[in-house]
């Protein structure tokens, strides 16, 4: 019986030779059991779902920021898929568990001595859902391309950002979960014959916006050396971080949903006493999203000792790490979808556009909308639509531009046209319109290159369901997942990808069909961004 060959690995052990069997594996926490798999143009990797690195947030760690895991020293079995998610609220059903800070870890099986490079990829979900399974972000085509994967989970809703201002709970759980997350992979990867020096850090959405609050950070420095974010910037005023006094304040408002104020054994106690299911329901309850915080005010070891944008406009970030950003077309789509399936939508927004427009595209509650804010949101209806009285059916495209701008394409430009300055940023576009996307699953029509598409070409199975590619779906994946290997791989994506100090952006709109541009209508549309938001 031969042995199987990993990447500079020893420890290894071959229990059995057979696809779907396991292979014995020390590491330093413990001993785990991982399991051997095949993708499917039939590349073997090692799959581990499921490795402890935190101690479970639950009972008087509920809110706290994540503590170290205990070692063990019986095996863990780790070799079956692993269908843990943190609670929450996941397309309509309350799933998870508190005790859930895990992460999967897949191998590929290569002839190399070389230790293998690694992508820690962060899943979206608004800071509100998602979780690392299996099911949600198959590894097989980074593997294919050997490349380790790691996913972990993180706490998110009021678990993962709840905070009191205080030092003891200051908010920032989820980001904290994801930090040390990284500080676990830099300790143990080289058991699975990773490369602690060659790290980059992914995700897409609330995922994306993840990775640039870590740039941000001063915590996580040296923790990796690449950065890819698709679609998340924390640099627009739709997706920001929110000062301590607001989440406070937000805080206060989740406790009061569940009766918490005003008694004498305290808030957090009684919080921390708060079935985790009813928890996962706050933001059906008060319409609130626990975000991220600035925590320098109350903290003396900050996540977030000052907001990302000034940190970005001070020049107060990791500076040293490779950057590839960017959005897809019609990222908006994810909010102006509702208009296709509740019309009616349109007539509301027109009648109560000030009202609304800058919770939607500002991400300001009501209560905190000034004069300023509303003039801008008549500014922007003039500007994309030339008015509001266009707010209809015939506007789709330019709503949901103006919106995908708002929402993304603004805040990536501004990150870009700062960081480009101190480090290697690459940009891109991504047009195309493939078969799959979040709208079509949803059973609406395909209304454009909507948030998260390309994801459905990167990973398989993705989103709970296998996704067989047509002709044109593998020639575009063939062409992302050798850009986005080689950044990892390389620090450099190929293709004729120049930096974003060339002025413009590599456009993606098929497998054959792709280059560096910058259209006069983008340039034109973030030039009035600028103009309203200075960056």
């Known amino acids: 019986m031969s042995k199987i060959k990993l990447p500079a690995v020893v420890g290894w052990i071959l229990i059995s030779r057979a696809l779907g069997e396991k292979v014995l594996l020390e590491t330093p926490l413990g001993p785990v059991e991982g399991g051997l798999r095949e993708s499917a143009s039939g590349v073997p990797y090692v799959s581990v779902q499921g490795y402890p690195y ?8 509920r809110f706290r920021p994540p503590q170290l895991v205990q070692p063990w020293t019986d095996p863990l079995n780790l070799s079956e898929d692993f269908s843990v998610a ?27 001595d070389a230790l293998l490079p690694v992508m820690v990829w962060i899943y979206g979900g608004g800071f509100i859902n998602g979780y690392n399974m299996i099911t949600e972000y198959g590894p097989e085509y980074y593997v294919e391309k050997g490349i380790i994967v790691v996913v972990p989970n993180y706490r998110t809703g009021v678990l993962g950002f709840f905070s009191l201002g205080t030092e003891e709970v200051p908010g920032n759980q989820g980001l904290l979960d994801q930090l040390e997350a990284l500080k676990t992979v830099q300790s143990v990867i080289t058991s699975f014959g990773g490369d602690p020096n060659r790290v980059t850090l992914a995700g897409q959405s609330a995922g994306s916006s993840s990775t640039l609050y870590q740039l941000t950070s001063p915590k996580s420095t040296g923790l990796y050396q690449q950065v890819i974010a698709q679609s998340g910037s924390n640099f627009s005023p739709s997706l920001i971080s929110v000062t301590a006094e607001s989440a406070q304040k937000y805080s206060q408002l989740a406790a009061d949903a569940y009766g918490c104020l005003g008694l004498t054994h305290g808030v957090l106690e009684c919080m921390e006493d708060v079935e985790a299911s009813k928890l996962a329901n706050l933001n059906d309850a008060i319409l609130v999203n626990l975000k991220p915080n600035e925590d320098g005010a109350f903290n003396s070891d900050p996540f977030m000792p000052s907001s990302p944008m000034d940190s970005l406009l001070s020049g107060n970030y990791n500076q040293d790490v490779k950057v590839l950003i960017g959005t897809t077309k019609d990222d908006g789509i994810i909010l102006t979808s509702l208009l296709v399936s509740d019309p009616i939508m ?25 004069d ?27 709503i949901t531009q103006m919106f995908t701008d708002a929402f993304v394409t603004y805040a990536a430009e501004c990150f870009v046209s700062r960081a480009q300055n101190t480090q290697t940023v690459y ?19 395909n209304l454009g290159v909507g948030h998260a598409d390309e994801l459905y070409l990167q990973w398989n199975p993705v989103f709970g369901q296998e996704r067989p590619l047509n002709p044109e779906d593998q020639a575009m994946s063939a062409v992302l997942q050798d850009m986005w290997s080689k950044f990892i791989i390389e620090s450099d994506p190929g293709h004729g990808w120049e930096p974003a100090t060339s002025g413009k952006y590599m456009s993606l709109k098929s497998g054959v069909d792709y280059g560096m541009e910058k259209s006069e209508d983008y340039a034109q549309r973030m030039q009035f961004w600028q103009q309203l938001f200075p960056c």
Request: charged fraction near 20%.
């Open 372 to 398: 300023e804010d509303k003039l801008k949101v008549i500014q922007l209806a003039d500007f994309y639509l030339e008015g509001t009285a266009n707010i209809n059916d015939k506007h789709f495209e330019n």
């Open 54 to 61: 935190a101690a479970p947030p639950v009972a008087n760690l």
């Open 427 to 445: 940009q891109y576009l991504y047009e195309y319109n493939g078969e799959y996307g979040l709208t079509q699953d949803e059973g609406l029509p």
């Open 86 to 112: 943190c609670p929450q609220k996941m397309r309509g059903q309350l799933v998870g568990r508190e005790d859930c800070l895990y992460m999967n870890i897949y191998v590929p099986q290569v002839e190399t």
């Open 346 to 370: 349109y007539s509301v927004y027109r009648s109560f556009w000030t009202l609304m427009a800058p919770g939607i595209l500002f991400h300001r509650p009501i209560d905190e909308t000034t």
